[in-house]
């Protein structure tokens, strides 16, 4: 089992940058995808970004060239660099993991962190 705890969420206004980070612990040498999620009220989740343990990464159309996914192996984080935020970008954020290395089967998700962009 892994547990994960994502960090770095806030108030910013649109425009501005945020970094969002999650610690895995438990079994994380399973671990080869971590993504990002994002639910906004009234809408289904859906995925920002992912990353898996060979570095490839993928993004949702709406932040590519925004939203940068990294991770330290080593420490068993992934962290998400959000610039030119926007009001749209204004939702809960899941830092999520897989043992596959595609972005299927999450069986591991964090609480939540959420991330507000004013106008």
């Known amino acids: 089992q892994v547990q994960l705890v994502e960090s770095g969420g806030g108030l910013v206004q649109a425009g501005g940058s945020l970094r969002l980070s999650c610690a895995a612990s438990g079994s994380s040498f399973s671990i080869n995808t971590m993504a990002w999620y994002r639910q906004a009220p009234g809408k289904q989740r859906e995925l920002v970004a992912f990353i898996t343990r060979g570095g490839s990464t993928n993004y949702a159309d709406s932040v590519k060239g925004r939203f940068t996914i990294s991770r330290d192996s080593t420490q068993n984080t992934v962290n998400l660099q959000m610039n030119s935020l926007k009001p749209e970008d204004t939702a809960v954020y899941y830092c999520?993991?897989?043992?596959?290395?595609?972005?299927?089967?999450?069986?591991?998700w964090g609480q939540g962190t959420q991330v507000t962009v004013s106008s």
């Open positions: 999520a993991v897989s043992n596959l290395p595609i972005p299927v089967a999450f069986a591991s």
